[in-house]
């Protein structure tokens, strides 16, 4: 028997239909043209994914077009350094919103972490969560694979304690993505308060099983359409 048939089984739960449900369907390439996010959005509502998420330029034309169907808008916010100040995040946020989007993943302060700047951190978080407010859905990238245990969980803390929803690994456009560890971590954090999103470097079944396994609520994958094809294939 093959490693990803038992992998598979631990996970019998996981069929191509209600992995989707997990899935944030991803296009952040800044060379992306029109007819690939044309596709994105045929692909996220043929296959039921969660989301679609894009760069806050495209959340205009991709809530039109998917006006109607029950895909959620979710727009990266200070992405992918998250180093700007928090007035643009703020001001990019709110006008994401006002665009269309329902959901943003914004990009913490990474660099103010290490420095030690919880202050700063949080009210960078809390700059984005007052200018969109709930019912929009604030994901937290905390960018994993740049912080030592200890940060990720002060991370994680100072995450809960602004009013985000999720915390999410990483922008996948950083020196590493998710990792099983990172979101076990995470997920003992914050406990069931918040959701836990991983992203960055999950391109099958195999590994998206493994991070919600580990804990994670919601998936950020570029590879959707593939990993629910082998899902379907798995489990036959």
Excluded at 40 to 60: I, M, P, T
Excluded at 179 to 206: H, P, Y
Aim: hydrophobic content about 45%.
């Amino acid at each position: 028997m093959s490693n990803s048939k038992t992998k598979a089984e631990q996970a019998p739960r996981l069929t191509g239909a209600n992995m989707a449900q997990y899935i944030d369907h991803t296009l952040l390439k800044p060379d992306a043209v029109r007819s690939a996010f044309d596709q994105l959005c045929d692909e996220a509502v043929q296959y039921h994914f969660k989301a679609v998420c894009v760069n806050s330029g495209w959340v205009r034309y991709l809530a039109a077009r998917l006006e109607g169907t029950d895909v959620a808008v979710c727009a990266v916010v200070g992405f992918p350094l998250g180093a700007m100040e928090s007035r643009s995040k703020a001001f990019e946020a709110k006008s994401a919103i006002a665009d269309g989007a329902v959901e943003l993943d914004m990009v913490m302060n990474v660099g103010a972490l290490k420095s030690g700047d919880l202050g700063k951190v949080e009210a960078d978080i809390l700059a984005v969560r007052q200018a969109a407010d709930s019912p929009a859905l604030l994901k937290v990238i905390i960018e994993t694979c740049l912080l030592t245990e200890d940060e990720k969980v002060l991370a994680c803390e100072i995450c809960q304690k602004a009013g985000a929803d999720f915390v999410k690994t990483s922008t996948g456009f950083s020196s590493g993505g998710a990792t099983r560890e990172d979101v076990t971590l995470m997920r003992r954090t914050v406990g069931n308060e918040m959701g836990v999103k991983a992203s960055g470097g999950i391109k099958d079944f195999d590994t998206a099983a493994d991070m919600i396994a580990a804990g994670a609520n919601r998936i950020g994958v570029s590879a959707g359409v593939a990993i629910i094809k082998e899902a379907k294939d798995i489990n036959r």
